[in-house]
């Protein structure tokens, strides 16, 4: 007597579905690691009209789109700017401001090393910016 089953139960699992929800899982991280990335865009804020205390006779340094520098109305190189800036700051020797006017396509290290300046000589700083 033969008592064994001819319909043998398969133990096997279909790995489709498993691979499925393996891909699925792996489009999921991918996007969110694109969204994550530390080069999102950004809202930068936006500045309106406001009524500022007036500044007593700041120094104004600008710098122009071809990263020229300027100490009220004259032209310096980046190694004369601080002593340009101690001999326009000597005007008001009782409080000593910095108003920065830079074009906004000069890069960020421009802007810092004249904030090093400022620093470094502790003068105060501000930065002209347009109204919305």
């Known amino acids: 007597m033969n008592f064994r089953s001819r319909n043998k139960v398969a133990a ?35 500045t309106r009209p406001s009524h500022m205390p007036p500044m007593a006779a700041p120094c104004v340094v600008s710098v122009d789109a071809d990263q020229q520098h300027y ?16 001999k326009e700051l000597e005007k008001n020797p009782e409080k000593p401001t910095v108003l920065m006017r830079i074009d906004e396509t000069v890069p960020t290290g421009v802007t810092v090393n004249i904030l090093d300046i400022c620093k470094r000589n ?11």
């Open 12 to 46: 096997e699992a279909s790995m489709s579905s498993m691979t499925d929800l393996v891909f699925l899982l792996l489009i999921y991280f991918v996007i969110l690691a694109t969204q994550i990335s530390p080069g999102i865009n950004v809202d930068l804020p936006k």
């Open 71 to 86: 100490v009220a109305t004259i032209a310096v190189t980046t190694d004369e700017l601080e002593e340009a800036m101690r």
């Open 122 to 132: 502790e003068w105060k700083v501000g930065i002209a910016t347009k109204s919305e």
